[in-house]
């Protein structure tokens, strides 16, 4: 059996075309679905909030890891390997984080 490739039209709000930055993803998941809260860290700001909130199933999810992975490659074929800064979430992301006035 082949599949037929099928053209879907996706429409893009202009609140959605203007887009959300985040240098921050908390990814949580239960046996049903994966969510992904997008949010930013700022230098020096230890508060953050969540600017958008994805709910998938976990298939989706799959789908979108094989779709960045995908991409990513491509990005690295055509600009270089990305370095990433940090392996763990509590660690700083690109910035030093500022020190209390405790001096810890």
Known sequence: MTQQSQQINIELGEKE???IYSNLAVITHSPA???IDFTRMLPGVPKTKVYARVIMTP???KSLLKALEDNIKKYES???EIKVLGTHPSKSFGFKPASDSSGE
Do not use: D, K, L, M
Request: proline content about 0%; charged content about 15%; glycine content about 16%.
């Open 17 to 19: 075309a203007e887009g």
């Open 59 to 61: 298939q989706h999810a």
């Open 78 to 80: 055509q600009f270089g």
């Open 33 to 35: 679905e994966f969510v």
